[in-house]
C-alpha cells in the first residue's frame, strides 16, 4: 500500500476500466434469479398435473351451470319456446323449507305441489320439437338412446310429457349432442328454466335446445367443481335433486327426511296429474300429464314405453370414459368415485366451524343478570261517558316526604334604601344614618344631603353648613 493512497485503480480492459458493481445491484440479481426458480417449479408442476389428468391419474369431474333457458353447448336441437309463456317473475320461487338434506343438496318428491309452474298456456312447443327431431335420424337416434327408446316412439313418448317451469335449481344429468352421440354430463338448470316432466315429475327434456335429460348421478354435490358463471342467489345447499323411485321425502318428527319407499301420491289424484302452480294467479291446479300431440295419423307403437318409475334411477354411464367426467366409478356402475366423495368430505369439513374447548382448569365465571325493577302497571284515567267532555283531573297528592315546600316572595326594588353617610362626610351635630325606612328619618334627607354637597358654592367652606344643610336637617330654611 503507496501512501498517500491514490485513486482507486480497476482493472482495465480494452474499452476502458470496469467499476465494481454496488451491493443494491448484487442483492436485486440474486431476488430475480430467485423469482424465476419459483416460476419455472410452479410451471413444471403444472405441466405434470396436466400429464396426469391426461393419463387419467388426476381428474375433477365438473359442474356445469346453465342460466335460465341457455341453450349451451352442441344443442340437439333449435329452441321451442313459446315467446312469453314462460317468464317466470322473480318472486315466485320454491321455498327453503321444502325437501330433505341430502348429498349437500335437498331431495324434494317431483310429485311436490309447487314444484312446478305454468302459465295460462304452454311454455314449449311440443309439434315443432317432434317434427325436428323425425326430420335428422342421427339425432334421433342418439336422443332416444337416453330413454332407451325406438325413433318411431318420439311422438309417443312426448305426448306422455307436460311443459313447466322450473321454480328452484334443479340437479340434471344434461347431454350434447358430440359425434354423433349423446355425450351426458352433469348439470345444474337455473330457476326459470322451461323443461319437460313425465308423471314422475322427473325432467326429460330441455324446451330452449332440446337436449334429453336424466337423474343426476347419486354422488355428492361438494365433489365437483363448477363450470360457468353462478348467477345471483346460487347456493349448492339450495338446489333441488328430484328423489329416486326407492326414496320418499316425507316428514318425521317435523323433519323432512328421506325413508325408503316409493314417493306418496297426491291425495285425490291419479297417477298421471301434477299439482302446478299458476305464476300469475298463484294458485296449484291440478294438470294431467301429456296428452298435446295429435297422433292420429301415425301407426301405432309396437313397443310398450318405459314408465317414469323405471327411468327414475340414478344416472349411469355406458362407457369408462362417460363415467369418470360424470365422477361415477365405472361404467354400468351408479356408485360414485372415492375421490369425489373424499373431496366431498373434504369441502364440508373446511367449510365446518371448529368446535370450541373450554378448558377445566380455567373456572369460569358466571354473570348474574341484573336484577330489573319491576315495571308499576299504568293505571288508565277514567273515561268520560261523554266523548266531547274533558277528562277529570286527578286529584291533589301532597308531598309525603321531607317538609312543605315554602313559596319564596319574590324581592322587592329598594331604589330609596342608600348606604349610611361615612363619618369623615357627617355634618357636626348630626345624628347617626339609620336605615329605616321611615318618612321622617334622616335617611330620607341623605340624598338631599349629597345634592347639597356636590352644589356646594365654590367660595364657601366644605364645613361650612349653608342653607342646604339647614333644609336637609330640618332646620329653618335660610
Not at 65 to 78: H, I, K, Q, S, Y
Not at 91 to 117: F, I, K, Q, W
Not at 306 to 331: C, V
Not at 399 to 414: A, D, E, F, I, K
Request: hydrophobic share 35%; charged share 20%.
Amino acid at each position: 500500500m503507496t501512501y498517500p493512497p491514490g485513486f482507486p485503480i480497476h482493472p482495465s480492459t480494452p474499452f476502458g476500466a470496469i467499476p465494481p458493481q454496488p451491493q443494491n445491484r448484487r442483492a436485486l440479481t440474486l431476488v430475480l434469479g430467485a423469482i424465476v426458480v419459483v416460476l419455472g417449479l410452479v410451471l413444471a408442476a403444472g405441466i405434470v398435473f396436466v400429464v396426469k389428468a391426461r393419463k387419467g391419474d388426476i381428474y375433477v369431474p365438473g359442474l356445469t351451470l346453465a342460466a335460465a333457458n341457455d341453450p349451451g353447448v352442441d344443442p340437439f336441437t333449435d329452441p321451442v319456446l313459446v315467446a312469453g309463456a314462460g317468464n317466470l317473475p322473480g318472486n315466485v320461487a320454491l321455498s327453503a323449507s321444502v325437501g330433505a338434506p341430502d348429498m349437500g343438496g335437498r331431495a324434494v318428491n317431483g310429485t311436490e305441489a309447487g314444484l312446478y309452474a305454468t302459465g295460462d298456456t304452454s311454455a314449449c312447443d311440443t309439434a315443432a320439437l317432434s317434427d325436428r327431431l323425425m326430420a335428422d335420424p342421427a339425432t334421433a337416434a342418439a336422443w332416444t338412446s337416453v330413454f332407451g327408446i325406438s325413433t318411431a316412439a318420439i311422438p309417443h313418448y312426448l305426448n306422455t310429457l307436460t311443459p313447466v317451469v322450473l321454480t328452484a335449481d334443479t340437479w340434471v344429468t344434461n347431454h350434447t349432442y358430440t359425434s354423433g352421440r349423446a355425450e351426458p354430463f352433469q348439470s345444474v338448470l337455473q330457476r326459470g328454466t322451461s323443461v319437460y316432466v313425465d308423471a314422475a315429475g322427473v325432467p326429460r327434456a330441455m324446451c330452449s335446445s332440446g337436449n334429453p335429460l336424466a337423474p343426476p348421478v347419486s354422488a355428492p354435490l361438494g365433489g365437483y367443481r363448477l363450470e360457468g358463471q353462478p348467477w345471483s342467489g346460487y347456493q349448492s345447499r339450495e338446489v333441488t335433486r328430484i328423489a329416486y323411485n326407492n326414496q320418499n321425502v316425507t316428514a318425521v318428527s317435523r323433519t323432512s327426511t328421506i325413508v325408503p319407499g316409493a314417493p306418496t301420491p297426491v291425495a285425490g289424484t291419479s297417477g298421471s296429474v301434477l299439482q302446478l302452480l299458476n305464476f300469475l294467479t298463484g294458485e296449484i291446479l291440478p294438470r294431467t300429464m301429456g296428452g298435446l300431440l295429435d297422433l292420429s295419423g301415425l301407426p301405432p307403437l309396437s313397443e310398450p314405453l318405459p314408465t317414469p318409475a323405471d327411468l327414475n334411477t340414478p344416472f349411469a354411464a355406458g362407457t369408462d370414459e362417460d363415467a369418470e367426467r360424470n365422477g361415477l366409478l365405472e361404467a354400468g356402475n351408479p356408485a360414485a368415485a372415492p375421490a369425489v366423495v373424499e373431496r366431498a368430505a373434504k369441502r364440508t369439513t373446511a367449510c365446518r366451524p371448529p368446535p370450541t374447548r373450554r378448558s377445566s382448569r380455567v373456572p369460569v365465571h358466571r354473570v348474574r343478570p341484573r336484577r330489573r325493577r319491576p315495571v308499576r302497571p299504568r293505571i288508565p284515567r277514567p273515561r268520560s261517558p261523554n266523548p266531547r267532555a274533558p277528562h277529570p283531573r286527578p286529584p291533589y297528592r301532597r308531598r309525603s316526604r321531607g317538609r312543605p315546600r315554602r313559596r319564596t316572595r319574590r324581592p322587592t326594588r329598594l331604589r330609596h334604601r342608600r348606604k349610611p353617610i361615612p363619618r369623615h362626610r357627617r355634618p357636626p351635630n348630626r345624628p347617626p344614618a339609620s336605615t329605616s325606612r321611615h318618612p321622617r328619618s334622616p335617611a330620607r334627607h341623605r340624598s338631599r344631603r349629597r345634592r347639597c354637597l356636590t352644589r356646594r358654592r365654590p367660595h364657601e367652606s366644605r364645613n361650612a353648613l349653608t342653607c342646604c344643610d339647614a333644609r336637609a336637617l330640618g332646620m329653618t330654611a335660610c
